[in-house]
């Protein structure tokens, strides 16, 4: 006996859909000076703290050749004229922003290498980057890719590799770095959101540089990764010897630099890669704390 039932048609399963890519970011239309505000280590800040830093960053890449090896190499009456350029979009009254506005500039203009590298040099998919970046010019971006290739630029670039390796603890603070998330962190703190050890380290700057590092498990809440947890126990650790009185801290010193170890030139972790130890770590002078241990010794030999 014949099946007079239909058969059944296939459920057409739904296609997944395909990620757009990453676009460059436009030049905004300015009709009249916009405003950004500064804290009091220099970092633009507030409502228009990434709009800011977007608009340096396209600025940089249509005034600034990529030809110059490095931003020393950029002649200095460019980079003048891109301090008055953005100085006037931005309504800057104050020249002492200069020095960090630039420094903004440098940082936007070596990412935008670093990517102009890596997404259409290196990897040669199928966007072309003089139709995304309609600013670069063909002779510029051939003088580019022929110095990328040299010898010596890869030399460097397999020295920054290795070193780059070598961060075992890198940031998640994203584009809005650690003065973006702090507001977010204190209503955490606030909150009582945190694990219970954390309330036990009584230094901000050392607080900070925990919750820059945590990651997000499976359910996507934040949490100390692995590799964090010695630090953190350490750091606890200290904390309570500073507490108890069983550990003075030098001048020079704080929380962080005693459990991890001291802070490099020119940087402060925890604050900025572009803030250097006497803004980052107000107080904490290294060049007393080196007179002070000297004065120490020499009341120890007289003793």
């Known amino acids: 006996m014949m099946n007079d039932q239909p058969k059944q048609q296939p459920v057409p399963q739904p296609q997944p859909q395909r990620r757009k890519k990453r676009t460059a970011t436009r030049l905004m239309d300015i009709t009249e000076p916009q405003e950004v505000q500064f804290n009091s280590l220099g970092h633009h800040c507030g409502d228009n703290q990434n709009k800011f830093a977007n608009d340096c960053g396209v600025v940089t890449r249509k005034l600034i050749f990529i030809e110059y090896p490095t931003w020393k190499k950029v002649p200095t009456n460019e980079k003048e004229n891109l301090w008055l350029t953005i100085k006037k979009r931005w309504n800057i009254h104050d020249e002492k922003r200069k020095a960090y506005v630039l420094m903004t500039c440098n940082h936007k203009w070596r990412s935008y290498k670093k990517r102009l590298k890596k997404n259409f040099l290196v990897n040669e998919n199928e966007r072309n980057p003089l139709e995304t970046y309609s600013y670069l010019e063909k002779t510029a971006l051939q003088k580019f890719k022929i110095r990328i290739s040299s010898k010596e630029f890869q030399d460097i670039s397999e020295k920054a590799r290795m070193s780059s390796m070598c961060n075992t603890n890198p940031t998640r603070v994203g584009p809005h770095g650690y003065r973006g998330n702090k507001p977010k962190w204190?209503?955490?703190?606030?909150?009582?959101?945190?694990?219970?050890?954390?309330?036990?380290?009584?230094?901000?700057?050392?607080?900070?540089?925990?919750?820059?590092?945590?990651?997000?498990?499976?359910?996507?809440?934040?949490?100390?990764?692995?590799?964090?947890?010695?630090?953190?126990?350490?750091?606890?650790?200290?904390?309570?010897?500073?507490?108890?009185?069983?550990?003075?801290?030098?001048?020079?010193?704080?929380?962080?630099?005693?459990a991890i170890g001291p802070e490099?030139?020119?940087?402060?972790?925890?604050?900025?890669?572009?803030?250097?130890?006497?803004?980052?770590?107000?107080?904490?002078?290294?060049?007393?704390?080196?007179?002070?241990?000297?004065?120490l010794l020499v009341r120890c030999r007289c003793s």
């Open 186 to 258: 204190e209503q955490e703190k606030a909150s009582s959101e945190l694990p219970s050890q954390l309330y036990d380290i009584k230094s901000e700057r050392s607080l900070d540089y925990v919750l820059a590092r945590r990651s997000k498990n499976e359910s996507g809440s934040k949490i100390i990764p692995p590799n964090m947890e010695p630090i953190v126990k350490k750091l606890i650790d200290v904390q309570k010897e500073i507490s108890e009185g069983d550990l003075l801290l030098s001048p020079g010193e704080d929380l962080l630099t005693k």
């Open 264 to 295: 490099h030139p020119g940087r402060t972790r925890a604050v900025g890669h572009d803030i250097g130890l006497r803004k980052g770590m107000q107080g904490l002078d290294k060049k007393k704390g080196k007179s002070w241990t000297k004065k």
